[in-house]
């Protein structure tokens, strides 16, 4: 259905994933390269809850120094967001991920809480050219 519409660019990655992209939306932030985070580590600066909470794991992954870096040069602000999900203990983000997107640490977030990651991004004003919103949508099913 989405594979029609000429505004929208709808490929499957040889993993499976499959990625929408709308044509028009900017897709430089979420090529920056991200160095290295490691999931471990920020569950012992964070706490336990940090391992089975998306909106804690998609603002570490946010927060890399690469990723703010650029949005600071870039004038880029995030849209402030609060989500309240339901907790369980499983699953729980571990490992780490090196030299990869930032598009790609959203993937490996999104399959271990399966589910999909969202990017959209608005025009800004003259302080902030523009403003982005990522967030998460875990399946429960």
Same mark, same amino acid.
């Given at each position: 259905?989405?594979?029609?519409?000429?505004?929208?660019?709808?490929?499957?990655?040889?993993?499976?994933?499959?990625?929408?992209?709308?044509?028009?939306?900017?897709?430089?932030?979420?090529?920056?390269?991200?160095?290295?985070?490691?999931?471990? @580590?920020?569950?012992?600066?964070?706490?336990?809850?940090?391992?089975?909470?998306?909106?804690?794991?998609?603002?570490?992954?946010?927060?890399?120094? @690469?990723?703010?870096?650029?949005?600071?040069?870039?004038?880029?602000?995030?849209?402030?967001?609060?989500?309240?999900?339901?907790?369980?203990?499983?699953?729980?983000?571990?490992?780490?991920?090196? +030299?990869?997107?930032?598009?790609?640490?959203?993937?490996?977030?999104?399959?271990?809480?399966?589910?999909?990651?969202?990017?959209? @991004?608005?025009?800004? +004003?003259?302080? +902030?050219?523009?403003?982005?919103?990522?967030?998460?949508?875990?399946?429960?099913?």
């Amino acid at each position: 259905m989405l594979a029609k519409d000429e505004d929208l660019q709808v490929t499957q990655e040889p993993d499976g994933t499959i990625r929408i992209v709308e044509k028009a939306v900017t897709q430089d932030l979420l090529n920056v390269k991200i160095e290295h985070l490691s999931f471990d @580590e920020a569950r012992k600066k964070y706490g336990p809850i940090f391992s089975f909470s998306p909106p804690a794991v998609l603002s570490f992954i946010t927060d890399a120094p @690469e990723v703010v870096a650029f949005m600071k040069d870039h004038s880029i602000v995030r849209a402030p967001r609060f989500i309240n999900e339901p907790t369980t203990s499983e699953p729980q983000v571990s490992g780490e991920v090196n +030299n990869v997107a930032l598009y790609q640490a959203l993937d490996y977030m999104a399959k271990t809480f399966r589910g999909l990651w969202v990017y959209k @991004e608005c025009p800004g +004003n003259s302080e +902030n050219k523009r403003i982005v919103d990522l967030y998460f949508y875990r399946h429960w099913g």
